[in-house]
């Protein structure tokens, strides 16, 4: 069996339809109790876990061969991240408590980045279950291609992309959350000892020019890019509402900057095969690329 966190999500609900479609049994852990019904139709058992509530996790782990850990995101965290050092504590727990055959951690690109970032919440994550004395793989994702639903509407209504990734020509490693779930489907389903860290990123890699061009086909109308001045983030970010956006601020500048990178420059990270117009036409559409119910 296994115990999927995360499941109403893009990744997590490509993971668990790719599962059973393999015919492998899961137990879908929601948040919500709304939410079970849909997954128990596809034939789920459904648990009822607060990702805080290490008691009801680790009932929810109880029995699983594998259990996939995907946190919620906090993207405008307290200093310090003290909401993430909760989940990790709670699920640190469970998984002591459950001991389920093996563990695979949704991470991310940057999660071993030396600057602190709004990504530093995976890498806290990934030091405390590099602890547990059970079989664990850290897939690290690239960029998600779908960050772009954001900018739909301007590249429709005005043709205009606002980019905080710059400069407009640079190649940003992305990937779709469909090829995500698909590879991490693979990851769970095999065996393996120790620590294990796996990368991922698309066949191509993705200029904000090619972000662009890709609503330019999708739209059928002319689109520009126009770079966000890296001094009016602050400002636009707590106008938005954000509390602490300096987080925020330095992932982005570790992308532009290349200090947020995989390790060999993506040589030998694993490639997946959505591209970014199908992406990208799916958004325009109002879609997603994992056919998420």
């Known amino acids: 069996m296994y115990a999927i966190t995360g499941i109403t999500g893009k990744v997590g609900s490509a993971l668990a339809r790719t599962l059973l479609a393999n015919g492998k049994f899961v137990r879908a852990i929601v948040r919500d109790q709304a939410k079970g019904p849909s997954w128990s139709a596809l034939g789920c058992e459904v648990a009822l876990a607060e990702m805080e509530d290490a008691k009801a996790l680790s009932a929810a782990f109880a029995g699983a061969e594998a259990v996939f850990v995907l946190p919620p ?3 405008d965290p307290e200093p310090g991240y003290p909401e993430a050092q909760k989940v990790i504590d709670s699920v640190v727990a469970a998984l002591k ?3 389920p055959k093996k563990v695979l951690c949704l991470s991310t690109i940057g999660a071993d980045a030396k600057e602190d970032n709004l990504l530093s919440q995976r890498t ?3 030091s405390a279950l590099n602890e547990l004395d059970l079989p664990v793989t850290f897939l ?3 960029w998600f291609m779908e960050n772009a639903l954001w900018d739909v509407g301007t590249a429709r209504d005005a043709g205009v992309l606002y980019s905080f990734l710059q400069p407009s020509d640079k190649k940003f490693p992305m990937i779709a959350t469909k090829d995500i779930g698909i590879l991490a489907a693979e990851l769970i389903q095999q065996d393996w000892t120790g620590k294990r860290v796996v990368e ?4 191509q ?3 904000p020019d090619d972000l662009a061009q890709a609503f330019e086909v999708a739209l059928n109308r002319p689109v520009k890019v126009e770079i966000v001045k890296r001094h009016t983030w602050e400002d636009l970010f707590r106008s938005q509402g954000m509390k602490n956006p300096m987080p925020r601020i330095r992932m982005l500048d570790g992308f532009n900057e290349s200090w947020i990178e995989f390790k060999d420059g993506g040589h030998s990270s694993a490639k997946g095969a959505t591209s970014l117009q199908q992406v990208v036409a799916a958004l325009v559409a109002g879609t997603n690329t994992d056919d998420r119910a």
């Open 200 to 203: 991922l990123e698309a066949a």
């Open 205 to 207: 890699r993705v200029s």
């Open 73 to 75: 995101s906090e993207f």
């Open 140 to 142: 690290r994702p690239a």
């Open 124 to 126: 806290m994550l990934e």
């Open 97 to 99: 408590t459950a001991r």
